[in-house]
Each structure stands twice: as C-alpha cells, then as structure tokens.
C-alpha cells in the first residue's frame, strides 16, 4: 500500500507546482546571496528594477523619443554667427556664387561674406529685362540660407563698380589672414548699395 501512495503522492506534487507555474508566479531558485559586508547596488535589487538602472528611459532624452530629431552635430550644422573665417568665407563664397549662378536670370554672380553680412552684385542675363525686385531678393536670401545661417544683412545690387569692387575683394579674401580689414572694406560697400538704394 505504501509503493500506491508514492506515485499518488508525487502526481499530487507535480500537479501543485504545475497550477503556480500557470499563475505567472515564479518560481522559487536558488541564488547566491551576497555576503554581509557587500553594499547594495542597482544591480542586486530586482530584476525589473535593473533594467530601468542599466537602460535609461529614452523617451526623457531629447531627440531620442516620440517626434523629436536628433539635431545635426556642430560639423553638420552651418554656423549660426554667419562667417568668422577666412577659410569659412571662400568656402562659403564659391557655394552661393554657384548657387546664384544657376538662376535662369542670372549670367554671373559675385559674392562677399564676413560675419553677419554679405554683399552680392549680380550680372543679368541678357534676355533678363527685369531688376532686383522682392522675389529675386527673396530667392538670393534663400540661397545664401542654403549654404551658411546667420548671414542677417544682404545687400543686393546690378551696379557694375560695385561689381568689380566685391571681385576685388574676394581677390584679396584669398591671401587673407583674418577677417577684420575684409569686413570694414565690406561694411562701406554695403553702406554704398544701401545710399544708392535710398
């Protein structure tokens, strides 16, 4: 009768721990303990809780959750304080004299940037019978954007002096070692498009 009893016994205790394991409550294991002079860390308090202390929650970090963008890193992003140096303007300079150079209106473009203002003269087409107008101011505003922010005060003219007066400045940006003398000379060239506008 006892050899009936074991088999009985043992059904009855697979089937106790079969009805836990169907509760989703877990089962018991054996862990190491830490021993009496280890201080608590994350690491040994929960399994839920571990997770929340290894991975930090992405969705509080800007640019990581929901419809935040990542924003450019420096290298990506075009300068905020327009141009600075001399390297950064005969970069910047060849860009937007390219870009206005590709408008159907325009035959030829040239450019002068340093620090928040640009000075831009530019050739017509001949079959252009039109001038400097708002759309066309529009459109070399956005092209200037296109290539380098921050450039605040653009001055626009179809005067051929002033023409040659940017080229050879430009001329002069190349052999430059930094931008003080390049921007006065600029400075006064706006002034002089700004006079003849008025």
Same mark, same amino acid.
């Given at each position: 009768? $006892?050899?009936?009893?074991?088999?009985? &016994?043992?059904?009855?205790?697979?089937?106790?721990?079969?009805?836990? %394991?169907? $509760? @989703?409550?877990?089962?018991?294991?054996?862990?190491?303990?830490?021993?009496?002079?280890? !201080?608590?860390?994350? &690491? %040994? !308090?929960?399994?839920?809780?571990?997770?929340?202390?290894?991975?930090?929650? #992405?969705?509080? @970090?800007?640019? #990581?959750?929901?419809?935040?963008?990542?924003?450019? !890193?420096?290298?990506?992003?075009?300068?905020?304080?327009?141009?600075?140096?001399?390297?950064?303007?005969?970069?910047?300079?060849?860009?937007?004299?390219?870009?206005?150079?590709?408008?159907?209106?325009?035959?030829?473009?040239?450019?002068?940037?340093?620090?928040?203002?640009?000075?831009?003269?530019?050739?017509?087409?001949?079959?252009?019978?039109?001038?400097? @107008?708002?759309?066309?101011?529009?459109?070399? $505003?956005?092209?200037?954007?296109?290539?380098?922010?921050?450039?605040?005060?653009?001055?626009?003219?179809?005067?051929?002096?002033? #023409?040659?007066?940017?080229?050879?400045?430009?001329?002069?940006?190349?052999? %430059?070692? @930094?931008?003080?003398?390049?921007?006065?000379?600029?400075?006064?060239?706006?002034? $002089?498009?700004?006079?003849?506008?008025?």
């Amino acid at each position: 009768m $006892k050899k009936a009893l074991i088999p009985v &016994m043992l059904a009855s205790l697979l089937l106790a721990l079969s009805s836990c %394991a169907r $509760k @989703d409550e877990p089962m018991a294991t054996n862990t190491p303990t830490s021993s009496p002079t280890a !201080t608590a860390s994350p &690491m %040994a !308090t929960s399994p839920g809780s571990m997770v929340d202390e290894i991975i930090p929650d #992405m969705t509080d @970090d800007p640019g #990581m959750g929901g419809d935040d963008l990542i924003p450019p !890193t420096a290298s990506e992003q075009p300068a905020a304080q327009g141009v600075t140096s001399v390297s950064d303007a005969r970069k910047a300079i060849e860009d937007i004299e390219d870009e206005l150079e590709r408008l159907s209106e325009v035959d030829d473009a040239q450019v002068v940037i340093a620090g928040k203002n640009a000075a831009v003269a530019l050739e017509f087409e001949p079959e252009y019978q039109g001038e400097v @107008d708002d759309r066309l101011r529009e459109i070399v $505003k956005e092209r200037i954007g296109s290539v380098i922010s921050g450039v605040d005060n653009i001055a626009i003219t179809t005067d051929k002096a002033i #023409m040659e007066q940017l080229e050879t400045l430009g001329d002069r940006l190349e052999g %430059a070692a @930094d931008m003080a003398d390049i921007q006065n000379e600029l400075n006064a060239i706006i002034n $002089k498009i700004s006079t003849a506008k008025a």
